[in-house]
């Protein structure tokens, strides 16, 4: 068994980066922004509670940059011809930080019992799901209702977390008192948490992958300031900041320093999407003419170069170019002002005034906010930014209190689980701002979703996502802003950082030092 | 006797002050939109009604809101400050954990501002009409025009950026294992650049202060008396007009002391201080109620003991106050 | 010696006088000395100031134009801190003329509501308010009024009382001249002169507050300040300098005008100080 041990090693190894030779020891630091509400991965999944609990806690499978599975804890899978059956066998000798041995009944309890209660996202693909069960303590089955493309995408760590069963079962998971003190199989256990300056995790010592990781220790930094923020980073406080960390102007000035390097890599499983959510039900936003004037009003490109420093795409529709089954055959909304007032006169705008609703995530999404207004009143609409902050934008949007509210969010690789939620009828649900806020209803369209899902192969699926692109580009349920890229800058010398498609949050893993 | 009934009735007040302070903070909080298991329950990256509904049960908001308000003015009676849902603690845990160091820099701030402004007020109203008055006047109004957080971001500019002689946030080295005497040096190699930029502003309110004070109280009849006397220059000046020119430059500062502990989110923010101010601004976004509250009641309590260390340090200063009341 | 007469042979008062005009100046007329808005995107974004002659002072994040920021800020600022000095003052003066005055229960309850006011943490109640009406500059400013009032009314709660005890006020007592007009009539012209000290002292800390405000992300969206362009530019105070440094003069210059204004006054109203600091 040592034997399979090494090759494994040496095959992660060779992934990461075959070249170099790995050096162990030393610290990171890392900013963490804002900081995070809590650390046990299977109550909350915010980003940065990701980003640190992304060391603690594993899931199954791992992600490249291509989106292709790769062992975590399964080393390796079988699914079934049919798509019903998925069976993964565990790796070996794998122990929980507190000693305890991780077995299929954890994998069981996490999916079945803990996940299905606490985690929303997860629950919309586990209803897919007919039942887990432990065939062996290192084999573990899902079995399927009805086949579910995207199902081999939900084992990544944010989405499927493992959950340690000895610790959780049979009690109130949410006031447990060892959410404080998580416990997870990932390379790095938690020490301490100074609440308002930072988060330490030291190096596990008994992680099942020999030699891994290389450092002796992780420090994610809370700075409140995005200025301050940048000069930590460049007094040498702190060696990585993870994309959005700092405001995008100060990219370049930071990059162009000696020693430092930077990578658009390791969002592609996320492929956060932004767009201004467009009221369908009411005010001048429920007329299709008025959202198609409004996507020809925006110069996104020069949004993108002026507010986005040049970073991300601009999209073409709902799927990013980085998620599977994208397709560009879709009309395309370049900026023509002379297009939009046509439009607008067409629909007969009587100058009824707009709200935007900035995303009060910091200064770029202010910039980006005031640019629309004054590309927008430049064509004749009357707009107004309306301010709110995070509690304030969350209540408004989810009670649908807005007539064009920013926002993003992630699309975790597959169209159905992170796309399609938009924009199907039956995700039109009060009170969560991550489901179909605009209150698009297209009952034709919404068979498509769902029959696309439920495809077995995956050119089927192409086609299928092919044709919905085609249609809903056409009514703009929501204008489609830009495919963000968040660059993750770090010093040169910190190794083999961003190895997956899901970056930083599980980048100390392989990450090394070089001296 | 007499003393024992004012100490207690003055007790009574701040209590009653303390409670009002909850009642009415519960009343805007509760007003203000954004609910806090949305926002929970949004931040967790995905919601759906049955998570929200979780939410408000475990957070006691579906309960009508005179029940809420029963429920938590019952708890501060009993010296309970209620739970955060969102840090997952104990309300008065997170305080105690955040209080040392906005003490450290409020304490540190105001020390440094009060014995300054005093010292250069003094000075600047010995040299009334000379240049170096003008000059230290000038530069206080300067100080005092200047906003504070501006002057924050110079000074990590220019002392933490360009010189590194300074640590530009934070509270101390992360990690560095220093215990003793090498933290307590480390710590204050932190305080520096906040302290004194929260400080300056202060600083020149009591210069300015202590100096109008100074040429107040120098003609009146008493100096006059003195000087007739045939005392010298600075024995009047430290003897008889310095302490009667004192009082309202500490009336003023007791009461702004207790002020500065509530105040210093913006020195807090820029420097990354893991202070209460941060804690109150960070939770109102969140519509971490219990947090914000429990950060109001903490702060209006040092308001209030700084109010009373006011009133002893003025009897010491000016024994006749004790014999008058 | 008048006392516009040694309010005018005030160096440091006059040219407070003097910068305080400029900038009023320069607010009503910025719709003339500029022809484009502020948030219009004039040009590059980071232009860098006295490179183009059109743009003085460069250009901010998004490519817009510096100088008219600064000249439409100044409306704002100004408009802020009169509006909330004033609205402080309708609750403060009234308060403190009527504990003063009438003494007893009334000074009594008015003296523990205004305590009640000085014991929440002024900048975090600002801060709590603006957050929770959502900002806009109307619940800026009423935010502003709210926690600068209490020393309004401590101030004309001590003027009022003492000059309650004066001759005059006994003689229109005996004249039989109702408690209310004796106040009104009598008494509160006399308090005048420090509340107008007062009043200067109080606008420039309203402008410092408005732009702590926005620099935290308090700001009115909607309205262009001098507090919202450091607050969006703090991130860029390395590479672009100016448009922090710029908008920092503005609010010192203004905030040093109102105080050089206010000590003038002060010592103008009271003549012994100011002769004293002369000798």
Redo the contacts between chains.
Sequence with gaps: MKHLKATTFLIAAALAAPLAAQEAGGRLDIVVQPEPPGLMLGLVQNGPTQLVAGDIYEGLLIYNTDLEPQPGLAESWEISEDGLTYTFKLHEGVKWHDGEDFTADDVVFSADVFLRETHARLRASLAYVESVTALDPLTVEFKLKEPFGPFISVFEAATMPMIPKHIYEGTDFATNEMNATPIGTGPFKFDEWVKGSYIHLVKNEEYYIDGLPYLDEVYYRVIPDAASRAVAFETGEVDVLPGGSVENWDVPRLTEMEGVCSTGEGWEFFAPHAWMWLNNREGPTSNKLFRQAVMYAMNREFMKDVVWNGFGNVPTGPISSKTNFYSDDVTHYDYNPDKAKELLAEMGYDGEPVRILPLPYGETWQRWAEAVRQNLTEVGINVEIDSADVAGWNEKTSQWDYDMAFTYLYQYGDPALGVSRNYTADRIQKGSPWNNVEGYENPELDEKWFAAATMVSPEERQAAYEEIQKEIVDDVPVAWMLELEFPTIYRCNVKDLVTTGIGVNDGPRNAWIEK | MTALIATLSRVVKAAATLLAIAVLNFFLLHAAPGDPAVVLAGEAGAADEQMIEQLRERFGLDQPFYVQLGKYVGGIVQGDLGYSFRQGAPVIDLIAERLPATLLLTLTAFVISLSCGIALGVAAAARVGKVSDSLLTTLALLFYATPLYWLALMAVLVFSVWLGWLPGFGYETVGSAYSGFARALDILKHLILPALTLGLFFMAVYMRMTRASMLEVSTADFVKTAKAKGLSGPVIRRRHILRNAILPVVTLAGLQAGQLVGGAVLTETVFAWPGIGRLMFESLAARDYNTILGVFLVSAAMVILFNIVTDIVYRIVDPRIGARS | MSMWKRFSSNIGAMVGVLLLLTVIFIAIFAPLLFSHDP???VQR??LAPFTMQALPLGTD???RDVAAQLAYGARVSLLVGLVSTLVALLIGVPLGALAGFYGGYVDEGAMRFT??F???????LA???V??F???LASITLAIAIVSWPPVARLVRAEVMSVRKREFVDAATLAGLSKPRILVRQVLPNTVSPIIVMASLMV?TAI?LE??LS???LG???AMSW?YM???A???????WWL?FFP?IA???T??AL??IGEGLNDALNP??SR????
């Design positions: 948030w219009q995107m974004p980071f994040t998004l490519g305590e009640f000085q014991t929440i943490p002024n900048f975090a801060i709590v308010l957050a929770i959502e900002p806009t420039a410092l732009s702590s620099f935290l992300g009115d969206p909607n507090g450091i607050g969006a703090r991130t860029v105070i390395r590479s672009s922090s920092g609010i010192v210059i905030v040093l105080n050089l012994h100080l004293k600091g002369k000798a």
